[in-house]
């Protein structure tokens, strides 16, 4: 069973339909970040500047540190990498670092509209989970 790491943003609610479709499909998906919910970045960031740090010593700290490891193992542990757009800042390094590291890597697009060249470093590129679905098929 292959796994992958399903990458996207916390305010995205198809990522557990996403995760779900996928592991009907048979794949072991990780998508467990999402349970944080859509908020935990900005609590995040409010609770260190109330703790009067700045965004470089919140990096440093346990939370950050904790976090970045858990999604870290999971980002080495899977073979597959799919970016779920919209996606940030967070989610775009995600996939670059799974692309590096020579994992298969796809993006599920919101907006065909609005290219991007750079997304050609993806083994695919699709505009429906359906695509997504033939891609990975194809791919094993």
Known sequence: MKSIYLIGSLRNPQ???????LRDAGFDVLDDWY?????ADDS??????????????????????????FDKSHL???????LVCPAGRSGHLELGYMAGS?????????????????????DAV????AELLSELARSQ
């Open 15 to 21: 990522i557990p339909d996403i995760g779900n479709t």
């Open 76 to 82: 080495d542990r899977c073979e597959i990498g799919i």
């Open 102 to 122: 020579g994992k298969r890597t796809y993006i599920l697009v919101d907006n065909p509209d609005r290219w991007d060249l750079m997304y050609k470093f993806a």
């Open 44 to 69: 995040w960031k409010a609770y260190e500047l109330q703790r009067g740090r700045t965004y470089q010593q919140a990096l440093q700290g346990r939370a950050a540190n904790h976090i970045f490891a």
């Open 35 to 39: 349970g944080a919910g859509e908020i």
């Open 126 to 129: 699709c505009f429906s989970v």
